[in-house]
Protein backbone atom coordinates (compact mmCIF):
# COMPACT_ATOMS: atom_id res chain seq x y z
CA UNK A 1 0.00 0.00 0.00
CA UNK A 2 1.17 3.71 -0.65
CA UNK A 3 2.42 5.53 2.36
CA UNK A 4 0.87 8.80 2.93
CA UNK A 5 2.49 11.77 4.48
CA UNK A 6 0.25 13.85 6.79
CA UNK A 7 1.11 17.31 8.62
CA UNK A 8 0.86 17.53 12.41
CA UNK A 9 -3.31 19.12 12.74
CA UNK A 10 -4.24 15.54 10.46
CA UNK A 11 -2.32 13.67 12.81
CA UNK A 12 -3.90 14.85 15.65
CA UNK A 13 -7.02 13.97 13.77
CA UNK A 14 -6.29 10.53 13.26
CA UNK A 15 -3.84 10.11 16.39
CA UNK A 16 -6.75 8.72 18.93
CA UNK A 17 -8.21 6.53 16.21
CA UNK A 18 -5.15 4.54 14.37
CA UNK A 19 -2.00 3.31 16.69
CA UNK A 20 0.80 5.07 16.38
CA UNK A 21 3.79 3.90 16.57
CA UNK A 22 7.20 5.31 17.67
CA UNK A 23 10.93 4.07 16.14
CA UNK A 24 13.14 5.81 18.07
CA UNK A 25 15.70 4.59 20.27
CA UNK A 26 13.86 3.36 23.67
CA UNK A 27 16.28 5.81 25.08
CA UNK A 28 14.40 9.31 23.04
CA UNK A 29 11.03 7.22 23.75
CA UNK A 30 11.75 6.81 27.59
CA UNK A 31 12.38 10.52 28.11
CA UNK A 32 9.12 11.16 26.47
CA UNK A 33 7.09 10.71 23.83
CA UNK A 34 3.21 11.29 22.10
CA UNK A 35 1.31 10.05 25.00
CA UNK A 36 -0.59 7.01 23.66
CA UNK A 37 2.27 6.27 21.58
CA UNK A 38 3.41 2.55 21.06
CA UNK A 39 7.55 2.12 21.46
CA UNK A 40 8.84 0.15 17.97
CA UNK A 41 12.78 0.96 17.68
CA UNK A 42 14.82 0.37 14.76
CA UNK A 43 17.80 0.66 16.49
CA UNK A 44 18.69 0.37 19.83
CA UNK A 45 20.12 3.09 22.06
CA UNK A 46 23.60 1.93 20.90
CA UNK A 47 23.01 1.80 17.23
CA UNK A 48 21.54 5.02 16.90
CA UNK A 49 24.60 6.50 18.29
CA UNK A 50 26.67 4.13 15.94
CA UNK A 51 24.72 5.53 13.11
CA UNK A 52 24.71 8.73 14.18
CA UNK A 53 28.22 8.88 14.56
CA UNK A 54 29.02 7.63 11.24
CA UNK A 55 26.56 10.25 9.47
CA UNK A 56 28.35 13.10 11.27
CA UNK A 57 32.32 11.86 10.44
CA UNK A 58 31.79 9.86 7.42
CA UNK A 59 28.78 9.91 5.64
CA UNK A 60 24.91 9.53 4.97
CA UNK A 61 25.88 6.50 2.74
CA UNK A 62 27.88 4.90 5.07
CA UNK A 63 25.29 5.64 8.10
CA UNK A 64 23.03 3.82 5.82
CA UNK A 65 25.08 0.93 5.14
CA UNK A 66 25.36 0.18 8.96
CA UNK A 67 21.74 1.09 9.60
CA UNK A 68 20.67 -1.49 7.06
CA UNK A 69 22.80 -4.50 8.58
CA UNK A 70 20.95 -3.80 11.93
CA UNK A 71 17.19 -3.48 10.13
CA UNK A 72 17.51 -6.11 7.93
CA UNK A 73 17.94 -9.23 11.37
CA UNK A 74 14.99 -7.31 12.77
CA UNK A 75 12.27 -7.14 9.98
CA UNK A 76 10.68 -9.79 10.39
CA UNK A 77 10.04 -9.80 13.94
CA UNK A 78 9.32 -6.09 13.66
CA UNK A 79 6.57 -7.00 11.32
CA UNK A 80 5.16 -9.97 13.74
CA UNK A 81 5.27 -7.07 16.72
CA UNK A 82 3.27 -4.66 14.79
CA UNK A 83 0.31 -7.42 14.19
CA UNK A 84 0.50 -8.84 17.33
CA UNK A 85 0.04 -4.65 18.23
CA UNK A 86 -2.23 -3.71 16.06
CA UNK A 87 -4.85 -6.52 17.01
CA UNK A 88 -4.56 -5.93 20.67
CA UNK A 89 -5.28 -2.47 20.11
CA UNK A 90 -8.56 -3.10 17.59
CA UNK A 91 -9.67 -5.66 19.77
CA UNK A 92 -9.38 -2.97 22.93
CA UNK A 93 -10.16 -0.15 21.49
CA UNK A 94 -13.90 1.27 22.00
CA UNK A 95 -14.59 2.87 18.74
CA UNK A 96 -16.72 5.91 19.38
CA UNK A 97 -15.45 8.22 16.94
CA UNK A 98 -16.75 8.95 13.41
CA UNK A 99 -13.66 8.20 11.74
CA UNK A 100 -13.72 4.47 9.23
CA UNK A 101 -11.04 2.66 11.31
CA UNK A 102 -8.82 0.45 9.09
CA UNK A 103 -7.44 -3.16 11.25
CA UNK A 104 -4.77 -2.21 8.70
CA UNK A 105 -4.13 1.27 9.31
CA UNK A 106 -1.22 2.91 11.44
CA UNK A 107 0.74 5.79 11.97
CA UNK A 108 4.54 5.81 12.22
CA UNK A 109 6.88 8.45 13.62
CA UNK A 110 10.55 8.89 14.31
CA UNK A 111 12.14 11.98 15.56
CA UNK A 112 12.14 14.72 12.33
CA UNK A 113 10.36 12.38 9.68
CA UNK A 114 13.18 11.15 8.13
CA UNK A 115 14.99 7.77 7.39
CA UNK A 116 13.69 5.65 10.58
CA UNK A 117 10.23 6.33 9.97
CA UNK A 118 10.62 6.15 6.02
CA UNK A 119 12.35 2.48 6.38
CA UNK A 120 9.79 1.26 8.60
CA UNK A 121 7.35 2.74 7.22
CA UNK A 122 8.18 1.17 3.88
CA UNK A 123 8.59 -2.18 5.68
CA UNK A 124 5.21 -1.88 7.18
CA UNK A 125 3.44 -0.84 3.50
CA UNK A 126 5.65 -3.33 1.87
CA UNK A 127 3.89 -5.86 3.72
CA UNK A 128 0.09 -4.72 3.23
CA UNK A 129 -0.30 -2.16 6.48
CA UNK A 130 -1.73 1.27 5.46
CA UNK A 131 0.89 3.19 6.64
CA UNK A 132 0.36 7.63 7.54
CA UNK A 133 3.92 9.21 8.15
CA UNK A 134 4.13 12.10 10.31
CA UNK A 135 5.77 15.51 8.46
CA UNK A 136 8.04 16.52 10.97
CA UNK A 137 8.08 13.70 13.12
CA UNK A 138 7.83 13.94 16.89
CA UNK A 139 9.79 17.46 16.45
CA UNK A 140 6.46 18.56 14.80
CA UNK A 141 4.35 17.02 17.65
CA UNK A 142 6.64 19.31 20.15
CA UNK A 143 5.66 22.21 18.42
CA UNK A 144 2.21 21.31 18.12
CA UNK A 145 2.15 20.79 22.07
CA UNK A 146 4.09 24.08 22.87
CA UNK A 147 1.36 25.94 20.95
CA UNK A 148 -1.20 24.74 22.96
CA UNK A 149 0.03 26.49 26.15
CA UNK A 150 -0.13 29.94 24.21
CA UNK A 151 -4.49 29.62 23.54
CA UNK A 152 -6.44 31.67 25.75
CA UNK A 153 -8.68 29.18 27.68
CA UNK A 154 -11.64 29.54 30.30
CA UNK A 155 -10.08 28.55 33.23
CA UNK A 156 -11.95 28.21 36.40
CA UNK A 157 -9.57 27.29 39.44
CA UNK A 158 -10.56 25.47 42.60
CA UNK A 159 -8.52 26.55 45.62
CA UNK A 160 -8.30 26.07 49.04
CA UNK A 161 -6.04 25.41 51.66
CA UNK A 162 -4.13 22.10 51.90
CA UNK A 163 -6.05 19.09 53.02
CA UNK A 164 -9.73 20.64 51.29
CA UNK A 165 -9.65 17.67 48.93
CA UNK A 166 -9.38 20.09 45.87
CA UNK A 167 -8.32 16.46 43.92
CA UNK A 168 -11.58 14.44 44.38
CA UNK A 169 -13.60 16.91 44.40
CA UNK A 170 -12.55 17.91 40.87
CA UNK A 171 -12.81 14.47 40.21
CA UNK A 172 -16.72 14.78 41.10
CA UNK A 173 -17.59 17.81 39.15
CA UNK A 174 -16.10 15.73 36.22
CA UNK A 175 -18.15 13.09 36.55
CA UNK A 176 -21.19 15.36 36.35
CA UNK A 177 -20.21 16.77 33.06
CA UNK A 178 -17.46 19.46 34.00
CA UNK A 179 -14.18 19.78 31.63
CA UNK A 180 -11.48 19.05 34.24
CA UNK A 181 -7.52 18.81 34.36
CA UNK A 182 -5.79 16.83 37.38
CA UNK A 183 -2.43 18.69 37.44
CA UNK A 184 -1.29 16.82 40.24
CA UNK A 185 -2.24 13.40 38.60
CA UNK A 186 -0.61 14.32 35.09
CA UNK A 187 2.97 15.20 37.13
CA UNK A 188 2.42 12.12 39.33
CA UNK A 189 3.25 15.00 42.80
CA UNK A 190 0.63 16.05 45.51
CA UNK A 191 2.14 19.36 44.99
CA UNK A 192 3.66 19.88 49.11
CA UNK A 193 6.50 18.33 50.68
CA UNK A 194 4.86 15.04 50.77
CA UNK A 195 3.59 15.40 47.81
CA UNK A 196 5.40 11.91 46.45
CA UNK A 197 4.40 10.02 48.80
CA UNK A 198 2.74 6.92 47.53
CA UNK A 199 3.08 8.42 44.31
CA UNK A 200 4.48 6.87 40.99
CA UNK A 201 8.08 8.54 39.62
CA UNK A 202 7.14 11.83 38.22
CA UNK A 203 7.76 12.48 34.05
CA UNK A 204 10.39 14.05 32.49
CA UNK A 205 9.57 17.85 32.50
CA UNK A 206 8.80 17.31 28.48
CA UNK A 207 6.45 14.13 29.22
CA UNK A 208 4.55 16.21 31.41
CA UNK A 209 4.40 19.33 29.26
CA UNK A 210 3.06 16.63 26.42
CA UNK A 211 0.68 15.49 28.91
CA UNK A 212 -0.54 18.78 30.06
CA UNK A 213 -0.98 19.33 26.02
CA UNK A 214 -2.95 16.50 25.30
CA UNK A 215 -5.45 17.41 28.46
CA UNK A 216 -5.88 20.99 27.34
CA UNK A 217 -6.91 19.85 23.86
CA UNK A 218 -8.98 17.27 25.43
CA UNK A 219 -10.39 19.37 27.95
CA UNK A 220 -11.34 22.00 25.77
CA UNK A 221 -13.70 19.80 23.27
CA UNK A 222 -15.44 18.33 26.30
CA UNK A 223 -15.92 22.21 27.22
CA UNK A 224 -17.29 22.77 23.59
CA UNK A 225 -20.30 20.73 23.76
CA UNK A 226 -22.68 21.99 26.35
CA UNK A 227 -24.03 18.50 27.23
CA UNK A 228 -23.58 16.11 30.05
CA UNK A 229 -24.30 13.43 27.17
CA UNK A 230 -20.91 11.21 26.52
CA UNK A 231 -21.78 9.77 23.38
CA UNK A 232 -22.93 13.56 22.24
CA UNK A 233 -19.31 15.00 23.27
CA UNK A 234 -17.57 12.04 21.37
CA UNK A 235 -19.99 12.56 18.18
CA UNK A 236 -18.75 16.10 18.39
CA UNK A 237 -15.02 15.57 18.98
CA UNK A 238 -13.96 15.86 15.15
CA UNK A 239 -15.61 18.84 14.20
CA UNK A 240 -14.35 20.37 17.76
CA UNK A 241 -10.85 19.99 16.10
CA UNK A 242 -11.40 21.23 13.75
CA UNK A 243 -12.52 24.55 15.36
CA UNK A 244 -16.06 24.88 13.87
CA UNK A 245 -17.48 24.51 17.89
CA UNK A 246 -16.22 27.20 20.44
CA UNK A 247 -15.13 26.89 23.88
CA UNK A 248 -18.42 27.31 25.91
CA UNK A 249 -17.93 26.42 29.48
CA UNK A 250 -14.15 26.33 30.39
CA UNK A 251 -12.08 24.31 32.22
CA UNK A 252 -11.72 23.61 35.81
CA UNK A 253 -8.37 22.47 37.49
CA UNK A 254 -6.27 22.89 40.55
CA UNK A 255 -5.55 25.99 42.07
CA UNK A 256 -0.73 25.12 42.28
CA UNK A 257 2.41 26.50 42.16
CA UNK A 258 4.40 27.18 39.14
CA UNK A 259 6.54 23.97 40.59
CA UNK A 260 4.93 20.59 40.93
CA UNK A 261 7.86 18.51 42.56
CA UNK A 262 10.30 18.34 39.61
CA UNK A 263 7.94 19.39 37.14
CA UNK A 264 6.91 23.03 36.23
CA UNK A 265 3.75 24.52 34.50
CA UNK A 266 4.60 26.39 31.44
CA UNK A 267 5.07 29.53 31.96
CA UNK A 268 1.97 31.13 29.45
CA UNK A 269 -0.29 28.16 30.64
CA UNK A 270 1.18 29.51 34.36
CA UNK A 271 0.43 32.89 33.96
CA UNK A 272 -3.14 32.25 32.53
CA UNK A 273 -3.86 30.38 35.80
CA UNK A 274 -2.81 32.87 37.71
CA UNK A 275 -5.55 35.43 36.07
CA UNK A 276 -8.45 33.17 36.04
CA UNK A 277 -11.12 32.73 39.04
CA UNK A 278 -10.19 31.30 42.26
CA UNK A 279 -13.24 29.06 43.83
CA UNK A 280 -11.89 29.49 47.39
CA UNK A 281 -12.81 26.29 49.12
CA UNK A 282 -13.06 27.99 52.79
CA UNK A 283 -13.35 24.89 55.27
CA UNK A 284 -11.79 24.62 59.00
CA UNK A 285 -8.78 23.53 59.92
CA UNK A 286 -9.71 20.86 62.44
CA UNK A 287 -11.54 19.30 59.64
CA UNK A 288 -8.92 19.43 56.74
CA UNK A 289 -6.42 17.96 59.75
CA UNK A 290 -8.79 15.36 60.39
CA UNK A 291 -9.11 14.63 56.56
CA UNK A 292 -5.14 14.53 56.08
CA UNK A 293 -4.55 12.37 58.50
CA UNK A 294 -6.95 10.20 57.02
CA UNK A 295 -5.18 10.93 53.72
CA UNK A 296 -2.12 10.16 54.68
CA UNK A 297 -2.30 6.95 57.49
CA UNK A 298 -0.75 4.40 55.09
CA UNK A 299 2.80 6.28 54.63
CA UNK A 300 5.98 5.65 56.50
CA UNK A 301 7.27 7.54 59.25
CA UNK A 302 10.91 7.87 57.78
CA UNK A 303 9.18 9.24 54.37
CA UNK A 304 8.04 12.17 56.45
CA UNK A 305 10.65 12.80 58.23
CA UNK A 306 12.94 13.10 55.22
CA UNK A 307 10.32 15.09 53.36
CA UNK A 308 10.33 17.25 57.08
CA UNK A 309 14.24 17.81 57.29
CA UNK A 310 13.65 19.08 53.23
CA UNK A 311 11.55 22.11 54.15
CA UNK A 312 13.62 22.83 57.39
CA UNK A 313 14.29 25.99 56.18
CA UNK A 314 11.55 27.36 55.42
CA UNK A 315 9.63 25.28 57.98
CA UNK A 316 11.93 27.12 61.06
CA UNK A 317 13.63 24.90 62.74
CA UNK A 318 12.15 24.28 66.03
CA UNK A 319 8.49 23.81 64.43
CA UNK A 320 10.44 21.15 62.47
CA UNK A 321 11.83 19.32 65.66
CA UNK A 322 8.54 19.53 66.72
CA UNK A 323 6.69 17.78 64.11
CA UNK A 324 9.31 14.81 63.89
CA UNK A 325 9.49 14.32 67.54
CA UNK A 326 5.72 14.02 67.17
CA UNK A 327 5.81 11.52 63.99
CA UNK A 328 8.93 9.32 65.93
CA UNK A 329 5.91 9.27 68.95
CA UNK A 330 3.24 8.21 66.80
CA UNK A 331 1.38 11.41 66.79
CA UNK A 332 0.84 11.79 63.25
CA UNK A 333 -2.29 14.15 64.12
CA UNK A 334 0.19 16.57 66.12
CA UNK A 335 2.71 16.54 63.91
CA UNK A 336 0.67 17.88 60.66
CA UNK A 337 -0.96 20.49 63.24
CA UNK A 338 2.16 21.83 62.78
CA UNK A 339 3.06 21.45 59.32
CA UNK A 340 -0.83 22.22 58.01
CA UNK A 341 -0.41 25.38 59.66
CA UNK A 342 2.44 25.99 57.87
CA UNK A 343 1.19 25.37 54.03
CA UNK A 344 -1.97 27.62 55.04
CA UNK A 345 0.31 30.61 55.85
CA UNK A 346 2.54 29.72 52.62
CA UNK A 347 -1.19 29.00 50.35
CA UNK A 348 -2.46 32.48 51.88
CA UNK A 349 0.68 33.87 50.76
CA UNK A 350 0.43 32.65 47.35
CA UNK A 351 -3.39 33.07 46.89
CA UNK A 352 -3.25 36.87 47.44
CA UNK A 353 -0.29 37.78 45.42
CA UNK A 354 -2.03 37.25 42.59
CA UNK A 355 -3.38 41.00 40.99
CA UNK A 356 -6.95 41.84 40.91
CA UNK A 357 -7.42 39.14 43.95
CA UNK A 358 -10.80 40.72 45.63
CA UNK A 359 -12.12 40.47 41.82
CA UNK A 360 -10.75 37.36 41.17
CA UNK A 361 -11.48 35.28 44.53
CA UNK A 362 -14.79 33.57 44.66
CA UNK A 363 -15.52 32.44 48.31
CA UNK A 364 -17.10 28.64 48.81
CA UNK A 365 -17.15 28.32 52.58
CA UNK A 366 -18.29 24.64 53.53
CA UNK A 367 -18.20 22.46 57.02
CA UNK A 368 -16.07 19.59 56.45
CA UNK A 369 -14.14 18.05 53.50
CA UNK A 370 -15.80 16.60 51.29
CA UNK A 371 -19.59 18.08 52.12
CA UNK A 372 -22.15 16.76 50.22
CA UNK A 373 -23.02 18.92 47.45
CA UNK A 374 -19.66 20.60 47.26
CA UNK A 375 -19.46 19.81 43.68
CA UNK A 376 -23.17 20.96 42.85
CA UNK A 377 -22.55 23.60 44.67
CA UNK A 378 -19.27 25.14 42.66
CA UNK A 379 -20.89 24.26 39.34
CA UNK A 380 -24.08 26.41 40.23
CA UNK A 381 -22.22 29.20 41.43
CA UNK A 382 -20.06 29.38 38.26
CA UNK A 383 -23.32 29.08 36.09
CA UNK A 384 -24.72 32.14 38.39
CA UNK A 385 -21.80 34.32 37.59
CA UNK A 386 -21.55 33.47 33.69
CA UNK A 387 -25.36 34.16 33.56
CA UNK A 388 -24.61 37.40 35.77
CA UNK A 389 -22.06 38.49 33.45
CA UNK A 390 -24.00 40.29 30.89
CA UNK A 391 -25.55 42.08 32.95
CA UNK A 392 -22.93 43.53 34.60
CA UNK A 393 -21.48 44.42 31.79
CA UNK A 394 -24.14 46.43 30.78
CA UNK A 395 -24.22 48.34 33.74
Not at 32 to 52: C, Q, W, Y
Not at 105 to 127: D, F, Q
Request: net charge neutral; charged share 25%.
Amino acid sequence: MAIEKIDINRFIELGKTFPVLDVRSPGEYAHAHIPGAFSLPLFTDEERKVVGTAYKQQSKQQAIKIGLKYFGPKMVTMVEEVEALVSTYNNNKPHTDTLTNDPMTIIVHCWRGGMRSAGVAWLLSLYGFKVYTIVGGYKAYRGWARKQFEKDYELHVLGGYTGSAKTKILHQMASKGQSIIDLEGLANHKGSAFGKIGMPPQPSQEMFENLLAENLFSAQKIASVETTNNEAIAHCSLQIANGKLPVANGIWLEDESQRIGDVMLPDAFWKLLRRSPVYFLDIPFEERLHFLVQDYAAGQTEEFVNAIIRIKKRLGGLEAKTAIHYLLEGDMKEAFRVLLSYYDKWYKKGLYSRNDIDLLLVPMPFQKVLDQGQAEALIAKYMAKKEAAPEEAAA
